[in-house]
């Protein structure tokens, strides 16, 4: 793919970020300085409160940095937000969803509603109504949308949240294929802390406003081993 020939490039760039949402001291990220590569699978980890949510609103551009700048260059950006139930019962399909985002997006191609629905299996589902899925299908419906307009970077939050553990393995196989083969970045804050280490390609780890990249190996040597 056109991705994958253009070799990688510097796609996030994270310089002295600091950001609270008072816009005062202290900060909840602070000094954060970070380089992605086009093509890397990054898992954020660390406690509750420690600003995974944060620093994900910040590359999106929902908040801006108090200090410091957060830059992304990517095409298309596709966002899996953390599984929330309101409108669960807000009477619309799979495929009407799907279709009003992509009208949303202003694809003109339809079929990129079936082709989403496929890759991820779920086209036998293009009919029912959302409120009847359960956590694993209705997550891997949300994957799909972002999917939609074939994003460059895909940002995850929690993609396994109120998934059961059959379709958690179905997802991420197919986010470590969609990494490896397609070449798309992916952005995941994680709490499943085996698929962090067995999907990603660094580990961003964030302790009290700060920040440690490292690979999965050397989280693992560090934190899990180390006891
Ligand atoms: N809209 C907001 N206004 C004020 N403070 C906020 C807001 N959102 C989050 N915070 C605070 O910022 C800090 C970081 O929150 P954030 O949601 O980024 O953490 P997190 O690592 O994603 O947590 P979790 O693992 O629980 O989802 C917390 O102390 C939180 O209370």
Do not use: W
Not at 193 to 206: E, N, P
Request: aromatic fraction near 8%; charge should be neutral.
């Amino acid at each position: 793919m056109a991705r994958q020939m253009k070799g990688a490039y510097a796609m996030i760039k994270v310089d002295h970020l600091c950001f609270s949402y008072t816009g005062l001291p202290p900060y909840t990220l602070d000094d954060l300085r970070l380089d992605i590569k086009s093509g890397e699978y990054i898992s954020i980890l660390g406690e509750n409160g420690s600003g995974k949510s944060t620093l994900i609103r910040l590359l999106l551009g929902f908040l801006k940095p108090n200090a410091g700048s957060i830059v992304v260059d990517a095409g298309r950006i596709g966002y899996v937000p953390q599984k929330h139930e309101a409108n669960a019962d807000f009477p619309i399909t799979v495929y009407e969803m799907l279709d009003s985002y992509r009208r949303l997006l202003k694809i003109r191609n339809r079929d990129c509603v079936k082709h989403a629905l496929e890759q991820l299996h779920m086209e036998a589902f293009s009919h029912r109504l959302m409120g009847t899925l359960s956590g694993g299908q209705a997550q891997k419906v949300r994957i799909a949308r972002a999917l939609m307009g074939e994003p460059d970077l895909l940002v995850l939050d929690e993609p396994s949240t109120g998934v059961d553990v059959g379709s958690q393995h179905e997802i991420y196989a197919f986010l470590k294929k969609l990494n490896q083969q397609r070449g798309v970045t992916i952005v995941s804050i994680e709490h499943n802390l085996q698929a962090a280490m067995t999907s990603s390609t660094l580990i961003y780890h964030l302790v009290e406003g700060r920040g440690h990249l490292c690979t999965p190996k050397q989280y693992a040597d560090e934190y899990l081993h180390s006891s």
